[in-house]
């Protein structure tokens, strides 16, 4: 999974970088924890930045990719752990803690707690993820491979989000008492992806890649018959991505 993951999925909007620090005010050599850092997709964007960064991971495969996108940044450490069950150094605190496309994996009854716990007061918790959106004018050969999920019994009824509407998860954070100043902010992209690309990013997907190997061949023999069939052999993928920032009473 970790080759697939780091090769195929979305590189995040720097826009998106640029405004969680705007928003939180970290400046290079802040102490930033990453939540689930799989193998370093928003890592990097930040590393290269200059801030210190402790990473967990609790997939092997994942932390050692990790271990080896980020070894040229000497302030990045990956632990391979799960956030649950990391205990830091005695007296750390951070003033980031952030996690992208991972947060919803961390125990719903003790994340913001443990967030709370590891950040100094007024320090900032950040998450966000990536998934697909399907605005007005989007490629419709997502509507069009409908009818072979169908077929091969994997529909989706999940409702389509237009970008700038997905929902947000404010709710928790809120909730907890343990944090104010909520901000959310929405962004979203477009990528172009030729049909062996597309393919990997669908590799990706744990759905797709459970997929018995009939229902694969099905539905990747229909993509890469109607992008065979397009001057540029291409497809558009829309991806949108929710940013939350919450400030640690």
């Known amino acids: 999974m970790a080759p697939f993951y780091q090769q195929a999925r979305p590189e995040y909007p720097a826009a998106l970088f640029d405004e969680l620090i705007r928003l939180t005010g970290v400046r290079a050599g802040d102490r930033l924890l990453e939540v689930g850092c799989g193998p370093g997709k928003a890592t990097l964007p930040l590393a290269r ?9 609790r997939g092997g495969e994942l932390a050692a990719a990790a271990r080896e996108n980020l070894a040229a940044f000497g302030g990045v450490e990956v632990v391979g752990t799960a956030f649950e069950d990391w205990r830091p150094p005695a007296g750390t605190v951070f003033d980031l803690v952030f996690a992208a496309n991972a947060w919803l994996w961390t125990a719903p009854e003790t994340r913001y707690q443990r967030a709370a716990a590891l950040l100094r007061p007024g320090g900032h918790l950040a998450f966000w993820g990536a998934t697909h959106v ?8 997502f509507k069009e491979l409908q009818d072979v999920y169908d077929e091969i019994g994997e529909g989706d009824s999940a409702p389509r989000h237009a970008p700038g509407e997905l929902p947000d998860q404010r709710a928790g954070a809120e909730a907890s008492g ?7 902010r929405q962004f979203d992209w477009e990528i ?3 049909v062996d690309s ?3 990013l669908l590799d990706s997907f744990s759905n797709h890649a459970l997929m018995a190997d009939w229902q694969r ?8 018959r109607r992008l065979a069939d397009r001057p540029d052999g291409t497809l558009r993928r829309h991806w949108g991505s929710v940013l939350h920032i919450a400030t640690r009473l």
């Open 134 to 141: 399907f605005p007005p004018d989007g490629d419709p050969i």
């Open 192 to 194: 172009t992806y030729d």
């Open 198 to 200: 597309y393919l990997r």
């Open 178 to 184: 343990l944090f104010g100043d909520l901000v959310v």
């Open 49 to 57: 930045r200059g801030f210190r960064i402790t990473c967990l991971e």
């Open 217 to 224: 061949d099905r539905l990747y023999g229909e993509i890469r």
